[in-house]
């Protein structure tokens, strides 16, 4: 059991019973799920930097995700690539589970805590849907230590990562705003002087994705005054049609940026800027290298550093100093979230452009530009 397995939740009655688990959630009848080498795995097999980490790990990891699963090339995968660095720099190794119903959480929460075989050191559960979850697992084996992101679940065997989203979205907005407002042209996308709209794109309504709004807004306030900002919550995170439709509606309605906090939803939303000419912008990871079909269109990306919050909860267990009923919150001055160019489209984006954001960000670290948390 120290060789990866993807599993994707098939429901309850699909997986091995809890009772007597042993292994984590490997049971026969699941499914192996694919994902594109960029994110390792893809064969279902472990890929390791040395033979030592599969014949003895440092430590067990077992990995939940959120729905929408790997491959969507922004929240999940983001969280992988901090476990990746983890197995080939700390020597460990992980089993990952891929719900797709908010009820698995703790189904495979539980089945990596009832493990013998390995006993895991550590579970990471990644999104605030699981923080319910969490709160029940934690409870129940007070042993055990678990991490959480984007939710904060106070018990002594559980830390707790957050990021500052409002702050990297505030320069989204900021790059947007001052975009739409003159005539711009690039690759894929254009935009026209006289817009007086973007847009935002969210994926479940939530006091945590309203963070990615309300920062956003501020910053396209920040930017102009007359400039609104449309706003479609699609209510789920793997809703790529829902995305599609959502901003297609904003773009006919005069918005040519679209930014999304969505998940795999967002890809429909590129999918949208494409077929309409227009620009949007990207979450999590820098999107026009995960999504490089669209990256004629992606003026750039809010990153939230989830790969560094897992990894640094995975080396605390291996370090035995691993910080339970503790909770931090990244920010820009952190380097927990960064607003990052396209990968196509930065060197099109124009100087005075980029140095307002450079200037905005630097004011905010320094606490002169004071970012809302949730939408005004």
């Given at each position: ?78 969280a992988q690539q901090g476990a990746l660095q983890a197995e080939e720099e700390l020597g460990v190794s992980f089993n990952e589970a891929q719900p797709e119903q908010v009820s698995e959480f703790s189904t495979f929460q539980q ?266």
């Open positions: 059991m120290d060789r990866r397995s993807f599993v994707k939740a098939t429901g309850v009655a699909g997986i091995a019973g809890l009772a007597g688990c042993s292994g984590g959630p490997s049971g026969g009848s699941a499914e192996s799920t694919e994902t594109t080498s960029q994110y390792g795995g893809g064969d279902g097999t472990e890929t390791t930097a040395a033979e030592t980490t599969a014949s003895s790990p440092t430590a067990h990891i077992g990995m939940v995700y959120a729905t929408g699963g790997l491959g969507d090339g922004s929240f999940n995968d983001q089945q990596f805590a009832q493990s013998t075989d390995p006993v895991y050191d550590l579970i990471c559960c990644i999104g605030f849907l699981q923080a319910d979850a969490v709160t029940q697992t934690a409870g129940s084996y007070p042993d055990q230590n678990l991490m959480i992101v984007d939710s904060v679940v106070d018990a002594p065997n559980v830390a707790s990562y957050t990021f500052k989203e409002h702050e990297g979205s505030y320069l989204a907005g900021l790059m947007a705003s001052m975009l739409t407002t003159r005539d711009y042209s690039a690759a894929g996308g254009s935009t026209a002087g006289d817009s007086t709209s973007v847009g935002f794109v969210g994926g479940v309504e939530s006091d945590l994705i309203k963070k990615f709004q309300a920062g956003y807004e501020a910053g396209v306030k920040a930017g102009d005054e007359d400039v609104e900002v449309l706003v479609n919550y699609v209510g789920g995170f793997n809703d790529v049609a829902g995305g599609r439709e959502a901003a297609t509606a904003m773009y006919n309605s005069g918005a040519d940026i679209v930014y999304h906090a969505s998940g795999n939803t967002g890809t429909g939303v590129f999918q949208a800027a494409q077929e309409q000419g227009k620009f949007a912008i990207g979450v999590d990871r820098d999107q026009s290298i995960t999504k490089p079909s669209y990256s004629d269109v992606i003026l750039g990306s809010m990153v939230k550093r989830v790969d560094t919050a897992v990894y640094n909860s995975i080396e605390s267990v291996v370090n035995d100093n691993f910080p339970g009923g503790t909770a931090v919150s990244l920010g820009l001055k952190d380097e927990g979230v960064a607003l990052v160019y396209g990968d196509q489209l930065g060197s099109e984006i124009p100087q005075d452009v980029k140095d307002e954001i450079a200037t905005a960000r630097d004011s905010i670290i320094a606490g002169d530009i004071s970012v809302p948390s949730s939408p005004q």
